[in-house]
């Protein structure tokens, strides 16, 4: 298991399902497309729409394409 990254901030969260633990997946906050408070993600750094995460329960580091704001696709 990885540690965590040192940028991560908690102040720097995004509500994307991690990938590898899927802990969001029984989660009826989740279900309903809430902000939950236990299923946040680090955000560690983002270059326009490309965000890079952090799961604070698996320590999983990936990127996610939210096709949101700056180079994001429409």
Partial sequence: MLPLDPSADLGRRAWIPCPRCEDHTDC???????????????????????LHLQCPNCTHLWSHESGFGAGGSR
């Fill in 28 to 50: 009826p906050t989740c279900l309903a497309g809430r902000n939950c408070t236990d299923h946040w993600r680090y955000l560690l750094s983002n270059r326009g729409s490309l």
